[in-house]
């Protein structure tokens, strides 16, 4: 079993940055991948960013050139740094271990945190 905590979440202008944590706990010996997911009220669950083990990332249209994804594997943390942020990125952040490609998005991950929300005004 893995837990996954998130933090940082919380309540921020457009045009301000937040910074999200999740920290790893249990079994994590293995080499994996972590992403943040989002979902918006009303909307389906997204990738947002994702980060190998070994340190390579990747964003959706979304999150690039506005969000940095990173890691410390020896803190077994993953980093969610978001600037110029929206009213569009509001939504419940979700830390995520080994997310799975479904053919068309990503949907499924083998853990998942609580998630924390982010609310950015206009």
């Known amino acids: 079993q893995v837990q996954l905590v998130e933090s940082g979440g919380g309540l921020v202008q457009a045009g301000g940055s937040l910074s999200l944590s999740c920290a790893a706990s249990g079994r994590t010996s293995n080499r994996y991948t972590m992403a943040w997911f989002r979902q918006a009220p009303g909307k389906e669950r997204e990738l947002v960013a994702r980060i190998s083990w070994s340190g390579i990332t990747n964003y959706s249209d979304s999150g690039k050139g506005r969000f940095t994804i990173s890691r410390d594997n020896a803190k077994n943390t993953v980093y969610l740094q978001m600037n110029s942020l929206k009213p569009d990125d509001t939504g419940r952040y979700y830390c995520?271990?080994?997310?799975?490609?479904?053919?068309?998005?990503?949907?499924?991950?083998?853990?998942w945190g609580q998630g924390t929300q982010v609310t950015v005004s206009s």
């Open positions: 995520a271990l080994d997310p799975v490609w479904c053919g068309s998005n990503w949907c499924r991950a083998g853990y």
